[in-house]
Nanobody
């Protein structure tokens, strides 16, 4: 099992910045990808960004150029730096982890952290 704990959410004004963190523990040697997803009220959970064991990253088009995913291997932590935030970025942000062969829905998920962007 892998446990994921997010932190760092909060309320920020449009145009501001926020960084959320995700600490992984447990059987993390099998984890190959980590990612951030988000779920806005009344919408389905959506992909935001991912980073793999090699450090390669990918982003949803809606956040490219504004968000940056990074990791601290020594701390088993993945970060999502969010800049130039917009009200439409308001959502619960979830950290996820999976093995290379897994689908995200079959991987591990945190409880989520709320990010609210006011206009």
């Amino acid at each position: 099992q892998v446990q994921l704990v997010e932190s760092g959410g909060g309320l920020v004004q449009a145009g501001g910045s926020l960084r959320v963190s995700c600490v992984a523990s447990g059987r993390i040697l099998g984890v190959h990808h980590m990612a951030w997803f988000r779920q806005a009220p009344g919408k389905e959970r959506a992909f935001v960004a991912t980073i793999n064991r090699s450090g390669d990253s990918d982003y949803a088009d809606s956040v490219k150029g504004r968000f940056t995913i990074s990791r601290d291997i020594a701390k088993n932590t993945v970060y999502l730096q969010m800049n130039s935030l917009k009200p439409e970025d308001t959502a619960v942000y979830y950290c996820a982890a999976k093995a290379a062969w897994q689908r995200w829905e079959d991987g591990y998920w945190g409880q989520g952290t709320q990010v609210t962007v006011s206009s």
